[in-house]
């Protein structure tokens, strides 16, 4: 079972940037693999950031997330990021790295992101 390891999350000023990392628990990286990010702010539903493969790093990202958000991945590394550029409060939330490998998805424990005004 593939378990997904996060960093990353913390306290941001509102205007800041913040990167969250996810790598494979023991692991690391295939072929085949595909990482998404998701985000789920308290008392609202979950929402998907965005994906992308691991061979090609073919990025695809939710509508409402284009602009601020960037996911890449180092395949040497064998680590994959998410950068959001000019927090918000409304970007406060737990981040989530989900993992999709032979048609099994696995979930790191999320990083929590507080924004203060």
């Known amino acids: 079972q593939v378990q997904p390891a996060e960093s990353g999350g913390g306290v941001v000023q509102a205007g800041d940037s913040l990167t969250l990392s996810c790598s494979v628990s023991g692991g690391t990286f295939v072929g085949d693999d595909m990482v998404a990010w998701y985000r789920q702010a308290p008392g609202k539903e979950c929402e998907v950031i965005g994906t992308?493969?691991?061979?090609?790093?073919?990025?695809h990202y939710a509508d409402s997330m284009r602009g601020r958000f960037t996911i890449y991945r180092n395949y040497h590394e064998s680590r994959a990021w998410l950068h959001v550029n000019g927090l918000n409060p409304e970007d406060a939330a737990g981040y989530y790295c989900n993992i999709r490998r032979d048609y099994v998805e696995c979930w790191g424990q999320g990083n929590q992101v507080a924004v203060t005004s």
């Open positions: 992308i493969t691991w061979d090609a790093g073919s990025r």
